[in-house]
């Protein structure tokens, strides 16, 4: 099979895979929202920042470094697997022993037992790192759906299950433990090896050397997310950092759904064509341009009807929250552009390119959060709008000189669909308002089809590409089905 039709069947298994586990994860949320309270939420966010921060120590950049790599011998996976267990030993116990100090910064008794709990994920998160690369770097993400969506659909009842009988936030906690236990097991029957007590430190070296930059990186963009809500817990209170948590884990599921099913497969696919720049630069083109395509009109038409969105889906106690959603809707905006541009310096090996932009915007990200958040909720809000667009210049600045697409470039490419999907956002609003007072699934009904016409009408008359981009790949798609 040719690389093409490789990675053609990778984005569609990816994409049904981040469906159904996401959607999964999205309805057994929504259902969450009305048994488990926003101060609830907001506990789970303060131990988010310590968790993913100890959590990516167990990684280190392994399972990037892994994909990079032509061949996977059994030494290698061996190697890899006492490595990034042994790493998660050591996180989980620092874990347990700081869990006091954090239960005292919060004010919070309540966080010592709960991130001693959470924090078992790690130990099995570890387990999962070398027979998830070799799955991902063979482009086998069929097996990775039949693991993914299985675990989620398991811990999801379980958590529903306890959320119920009035379980709070330790139904968030087991959802969070069993989705990693369920997950580590049904990897393991799917892997094709088992580890032996076999360790070469010289090939586990040449991971470091290119791993540590992106677990650094990686590490910086995950303190800089969760910041934002553990910074909300600590100044503004539970409730808050519980609304913020919340509806940025929306988002994440609605950007995730395209953006992180692409990113997957294109990594380990286009990391076998990384010396023929000109098919980098047409296949990210191709990539921008039909994420925003399909993610700009959601996100603004999302926007205009974030309050009535809100009355359908979610119990009166998470109606302040709209508004964190609909200011998010704009912040994610540019979230695709972000997205691409990395993927392009990972593909080209270029780790310590990835390390100094992470600085950099985790310093533009914590300057604008300190000076926000004295000023409240809302302050904080039209912040990650400012972050955004900072850090689309540094993101971008490096795909000129790497593969010649520079940030004009990609303005040009991305801007008449932005303004396409502004306008879309627009229509809806105006007939929210207009129809204020009525049923709102009626509002979000007419609101919805007004603005997803007039989208579909302007990218006709401005003749815009990505309607033949998309077809075309529906084509290739059929094609390989067939």
């Keep these: 099979m040719s690389l093409a039709d490789s990675t053609?069947?990778?984005?569609?298994?990816?994409?049904?895979?981040?469906?159904?586990?996401?959607?999964?994860?999205?309805?057994?949320?929504?259902?969450?929202?009305?048994?488990?309270?926003?101060?609830?939420?907001?506990?789970?966010?303060?131990?988010?920042?310590?968790?993913?921060v100890?959590?990516?120590?167990?990684?280190?950049?392994l399972k990037e470094a892994l994909i990079r790599r032509r061949h996977l011998s059994l030494r290698l996976l061996n190697t890899t697997f006492w490595a990034s267990l042994g790493l998660g030993g050591i996180a989980y116990t620092l874990l347990?022993?700081?869990?006091?100090?954090i239960s005292e910064f919060y004010s919070q008794p309540s966080l010592v037992v709960l991130l001693r709990t959470a924090g078992l994920s790690i130990i099995f998160n570890a387990m999962q790192i070398a027979p998830a690369a070799r799955l991902t770097q063979a482009l086998d993400f069929k097996g990775l759906m039949r693991i993914s969506f299985p675990a989620a659909a398991i811990s999801s009842a379980l958590a529903l299950l306890l959320a119920c009988f009035g379980a709070g936030v330790w139904a968030l906690i087991i959802?969070?433990?069993?989705?990693?236990?369920?997950?580590?097991?049904?990897?393991?029957?799917?892997?094709?090896?088992?580890?032996?007590?076999?360790?070469?430190?010289?090939?586990?070296?040449?991971?470091?050397?290119?791993?540590?930059?992106?677990?650094?990186?990686?590490?910086?963009?995950?303190?800089?997310?969760?910041?934002?809500p553990s910074m909300l817990g600590k100044f503004l209170g539970s409730t808050y950092a519980g609304y913020y948590y919340f509806v940025d884990k929306i988002m994440e599921v609605i950007m995730g759904q395209l953006v992180y099913s692409v990113?997957?497969?294109?990594?380990?696919?286009?990391?076998?064509?990384?010396?023929?720049?000109?098919?980098?630069?047409?296949?990210?083109?191709?990539?921008?341009?039909?994420?925003?395509?399909?993610?700009?009109?959601?996100?603004?038409?999302?926007?205009?009807?974030?309050?009535?969105?809100?009355?359908?889906?979610?119990?009166?106690?998470?109606?302040?929250?709209?508004?964190a959603f609909r200011w998010l809707c704009f912040a994610y905006l540019l979230y695709p552009i972000h997205a691409i541009n990395l993927n392009v310096i990972k593909v080209l090996g270029r780790s310590d390119l990835?390390?100094?932009?992470?600085?950099?915007?985790?310093?533009?990200?914590?300057?604008?959060?300190?000076?926000?958040i004295p000023w409240g909720f809302q302050a904080v809000l039209f912040g990650q709008i400012v972050i955004s667009f900072l850090c689309f210049f540094p993101n971008a600045m490096y795909s000129k000189p790497l593969i010649g697409y520079s940030a004009i470039d990609q303005l040009r490419d991305t801007l008449p669909y932005y303004a396409c999907a502004v306008m879309a956002g627009f229509f809806a609003y105006i007939v929210a308002d207009f129809l204020v007072g009525n049923r709102p699934a009626y509002i979000v009904l007419l609101g919805g089809s007004a603005g997803?016409?007039?989208?579909?009408?302007?990218?006709?008359?401005?003749?815009?590409?990505?309607?033949?981009?998309?077809l075309n790949s529906l084509r290739g798609i059929i094609k390989v089905g067939a």
């Design 8 to 52: 053609i069947r990778g984005v569609i298994w990816n994409f049904l895979e981040m469906l159904l586990r996401r959607g999964l994860v999205a309805l057994t949320t929504l259902v969450l929202s009305y048994f488990v309270s926003p101060a609830d939420f907001g506990l789970l966010s303060m131990l988010s920042l310590f968790l993913v």
């Design 54 to 61: 100890l959590g990516g120590l167990m990684d280190a950049g």
């Design 96 to 101: 347990f022993s700081v869990a006091p100090w």
């Design 175 to 228: 959802q969070t433990l069993a989705a990693s236990v369920v997950s580590t097991i049904l990897i393991w029957r799917l892997a094709g090896w088992r580890p032996v007590r076999q360790i070469d430190c010289k090939p586990l070296v040449a991971l470091y050397r290119f791993g540590y930059k992106l677990f650094l990186s990686n590490l910086i963009a995950l303190i800089v997310r969760n910041a934002v």
């Design 263 to 323: 990113q997957n497969v294109t990594y380990p696919s286009l990391s076998k064509i990384s010396k023929d720049t000109g098919r980098l630069r047409e296949a990210y083109r191709k990539s921008i341009e039909i994420m925003v395509f399909l993610l700009g009109p959601m996100l603004m038409i999302g926007a205009g009807l974030a309050d009535q969105l809100f009355e359908i889906a979610f119990s009166s106690a998470w109606l302040p929250a709209s508004e």
């Design 354 to 372: 990835f390390l100094w932009l992470e600085l950099l915007k985790a310093a533009l990200a914590i300057g604008v959060l300190s000076f926000a």
């Design 452 to 470: 997803l016409t007039a989208y579909i009408l302007l990218c006709f008359m401005f003749r815009l590409r990505a309607w033949k981009l998309i």
